[in-house]
């Protein structure tokens, strides 16, 4: 060891660009640091880290890590945004020592414990209100009470199942509770991912400084709740409030990770007083329902009348016990910050002695002493809502930042109403490094650990979500601009051994289906094939016409007919309006392929399709992710930026070959089970409505050489045909390849014969022998278009079978995707699901 510059201890291995990283490192004035011990030296496993590091390529690092965060997809939104935004990952995780965590541990599972006492109390006999434990107005006042759960006995035996605390360490060095939250809490999941990318980044310092694993912890939480369900093999949802909500991405990945059924309120029914899932063979029961939809939205009829994300009768399926739901409605009742001030208290009714984990400071201003307290110090507290967030922010009210007539308001509503307002503590956050523009520098940050009710008692996740704000004066932090999450490392004395998931017992039930599909991912799945074929559908009319624009100079009567034929097509999809196809070719194409604002071109329709895969994002491959991401990259192009036909046609040239890779991976890698098959029946669908529209335009029967040439490269028929036909392009020919051909992978026929095939094997809802309606379309029209012959098919024909089709899509959605609850009642169900 030697010193560096400012002090600080360099251990002899670590090279001069570290050392220079952190040199001038500077705690902030009287704020814990988790970097710098109380001698001011720099913590031992901190100068581990760093020392692994400097052996390695740390930007490289970084860029894996964050690369895998991008692949993966990991996203959030925040407030009313449509669009998301891509994971902040740091650079380097939060560590934390063993001895350290124990005590965190322990703190957590007697919160756990305590809270799980007192929504028992305070749902049931209220000891805690008639012995004066707790004023009726901090049980009646939280708006998190939910009256109709009094006296209901929660099904499982417990209220919560998932209990998680943000958490911050003090000026003395320990550990206090910010907030405690039960409600939907969420960063697990986040966790999980930051992690993984971790993990990549520094693959030996993660493996040398025994790391604890998230697996196991996560393993327990899903036994625990499999463990609550009336049956061996349970159907478990995590039910989100849609792909808008502000952490849909973490949602659907543990959906993924855990082998959960992804559900929205509309996939959920109350039925026979059951939970039903709606799925394409008629509704199955639920038994588990992981809610990450907030309490007063999940019962339309005796909560929140106006919601829209949760199921109607829900409350009289839990009075009844026929369904788990984690955590329970009514647990959100302990995130009151009002509850902060009586914890204490709380703790000695219940006999758990004195709290090893204490939150911090709180005085609840409906009691006058508090009250007084609190406005005597408005200056060096800070105000917050007892039962709910003041204002629009989430961030408490400082006195001091005040001017005089806000202070005075303030003060006339707490004299007014102070059972709506808390004092706390003025805390400055804890401080861990982070790695910016090559210095290590001091961020603020927040610590939220989870704990997991199993049958074995509370279970802690070693590790959690740590978020750090780029503000050094920072009192709270939630995801925004400038905030950045950390992995969390909780270091164990001894090596760990790796975990999964994976079941360690060698006699497993084996199956190969994954049971059945709900009816809204096989609509999410049908549309985006749908939206996929319209993207290639639109790419390959691009890369045509770019091609044959090149030749446009020599080209005259037929030939440039046909290429005004190809270019009108553009404005008939929806591709370009009129007026820009009429300014010049070149500008129609290029807004053809990357217009955000023209539903029909091959951008919008990727756009589209990425839309309906992130609601599905759990059943979909990582690589497929990648893929789409890369695919919509290529069509994110400037029109006033591409110079000539040529370019462009390398644009669409190099879509269509991530468009083939995705297609690949969907024929090579998706499971033949019920998802696949809508998928492949979207796009089987849209490719013979878009061949039949193709044969309209440029098979009729006064087709010339050029159209039925035109068409041939439309539907990658060309090598086909010359190795047939030893003759030019003729139209009965062109016109049966198309159309008729059951051999040819693009023909409308062939088409047809896959969606027969599809239908034979999905459910159907009765055993009575009699098709459904989609079945009867299809075989009615394979009938239609196995007995006819290219010279008796006209125009209005080709019409006639495009009109079918569209047809039998819409009957394919008024079948299996989300209906009324009567009309999905299963009578002896059978087929794949």
């Excluded at 001011?40 to 581990?48: E, V, Y």
């Excluded at 998301?84 to 957590?108: K, Y």
């Excluded at 209220?159 to 939907?184: E, F, T």
């Excluded at 497929?624 to 669409?652: H, M, T, V, W, Y």
Aim: one cysteine or more; a negative charge; aromatic letters at 8%.
């Amino acid at each position: 060891m030697n010193r560096a510059a400012g002090g600080m201890i360099k251990p002899a291995s670590m090279d001069d660009e570290w050392a220079a990283a952190y040199a001038d490192y500077t705690p902030l004035p009287g704020i814990p640091d988790e970097f710098v011990g109380l001698d001011g030296k720099p913590k031992a496993h901190w100068l581990t880290l760093l020392n692994s590091l400097a052996e390695s390529d740390m930007a490289r690092s970084i860029a894996v890590a964050q690369r895998h965060i991008r692949d993966l997809g990991v996203s959030y939104r925040v407030g009313d945004e449509a669009k998301e935004r891509s994971w902040p990952l740091t650079g380097l995780p939060l560590l934390i020592e063993e001895s350290d965590w124990n005590q965190i541990s322990a703190g957590i599972v007697q919160r756990a414990e305590l809270f799980e006492a007192m929504l028992g109390d305070v749902y049931g006999p209220g000891r805690l209100v008639t012995e004066g434990v707790l004023p009726a107005a901090v049980v009646a006042g939280n708006k998190e009470f939910i009256r109709p759960m009094v006296n209901v006995t929660p099904p499982g035996g417990r209220w919560m199942h998932l209990y998680a605390a943000d958490i911050g360490r003090g000026p003395d060095g320990q550990w206090w509770v910010l907030n405690d939250r039960a409600q939907a809490p969420s960063g697990a999941g986040y966790a999980l991912e930051n992690r993984l990318a971790m993990s990549r980044a520094y693959p030996s310092a993660y493996s040398d400084m025994n790391v604890q694993r998230l697996a196991p912890f996560f393993r327990e939480f899903r036994n625990g709740l499999a463990s609550l369900a009336p049956r061996e093999q349970p159907r478990i949802c995590l039910m989100t409030p849609g792909p808008y909500s502000s952490t849909y991405s973490e949602q659907s990945y543990l959906a993924r990770y855990l082998g959960f059924l992804l559900v929205e309120g509309d996939d959920l029914v109350v039925h026979d007083g059951n939970v039903h899932i709606r799925t394409i063979a008629g509704l199955k029961r639920a038994d588990v329902i992981w809610r990450r939809v907030d309490a007063d939205w999940v019962d339309p009829i005796e909560l929140n009348g106006e919601s829209r994300l949760g199921i109607p009768r829900l409350l009289s399926t839990i009075r009844e016990g026929s369904v788990v739901v984690a955590n329970m409605p009514g647990s959100g009742f302990i995130e009151s910050r009002a509850l902060m001030s009586f914890m204490p208290r709380v703790a000695r009714h219940f006999g758990g002695g004195a709290l090893a984990l204490p939150n911090i400071a709180t005085w609840w201003c409906g009691h006058q002493s508090a009250r007084e307290k609190v406005l005597d110090n408005l200056d060096t507290m800070a105000l917050a809502g007892a039962f709910d967030d003041l204002g629009s922010g989430k961030q408490p009210i400082v006195g001091s930042d005040l001017d005089a007539a806000a202070k005075a308001r303030l003060r006339e509503q707490i004299a007014a109403r102070g059972m709506d307002y808390v004092g706390q503590e003025l805390v400055r956050l804890s401080t861990a490094p982070v790695f910016e523009n090559g210095k290590l520098v001091p961020r603020p940050f927040v610590l939220r650990v989870f704990a997991a009710a199993t049958p074995d008692g509370w279970h802690v996740m070693p590790g959690g979500f740590c978020l750090m704000s780029d503000k050094p004066d920072a009192r709270a932090v939630s995801m925004g601009d400038g905030v950045q999450s950390a992995d969390v490392w909780v270091m164990s004395n001894k090596p760990v051994a790796t975990e999964t998931l994976l079941p360690s017992q060698e006699s497993v039930n084996i199956r190969r289906m994954l049971g059945n599909l709900p009816s809204r991912a096989a609509d999410n799945l049908f549309w985006f094939g749908r939206y996929l074929e319209r993207a290639e559908a639109m790419l390959r009319i691009l890369r045509c016409l770019c091609a044959r624009s090149v030749e446009l100079d020599s080209m005259r009567g037929d030939a440039a007919n046909s290429l005004k034929a190809l270019s009108n097509i553009l404005v008939a999809w929806g591709a370009v309006p009129a007026d820009v196809l009429e300014k010049g070719r070149l500008g129609a194409i290029a807004h053809a392929l990357g217009s955000e604002e023209n539903y029909g071109s091959a951008f919008a329709n990727v756009r589209m399709a990425y839309g309906a895969a992130s609601v599905i994002r759990e059943r979909l491959s990582i690589d497929s992710f990648k893929l789409l991401g890369k695919l919509e990259a290529q069509l994110r192009i400037d029109a006033d930026e591409i110079a000539n036909e040529a370019e462009a046609f390398e644009i669409a040239d190099r879509a269509l070959v991530t468009l083939s890779a995705i297609s690949g991976l969907a024929q090579e890698n998706v499971n033949r089970v019920a998802g696949w098959r809508f998928l492949d029946i979207g796009r089987r669908v849209e490719r013979a409505i878009n061949t039949c529209r193709y044969v309209r335009s440029f098979a009729g029967d006064a087709a010339t050489a050029n159209d039925l040439d035109i068409l041939l490269d439309l539907i990658d028929s060309q090598i086909t045909y010359r190795s047939r036909y030893l003759i030019g392009v003729a139209l009965m020919p062109v016109r049966d390849m198309a159309l008729l051909d059951p051999f040819n992978p693009r023909s409308v026929a062939f088409q047809i014969g896959q969606l027969r095939a599809h239908l034979d094997t999905l459910p159907t809802l009765n055993d009575d022998g009699i098709p459904e309606e989609p079945k009867r379309f299809i075989e009615m029209f394979a009938g239609e278009i196995g007995s006819a012959a290219a010279q008796d098919i006209e125009p209005t024909s080709v019409l006639a079978f495009e009109q079918t089709l569209m047809r039998f899509a819409d009957a394919v959605a008024s079948r299996y995707f989300l209906q009324r609850p009567e009309g999905l009642k299963a009578k002896g169900a059978s087929g794949l699901a």
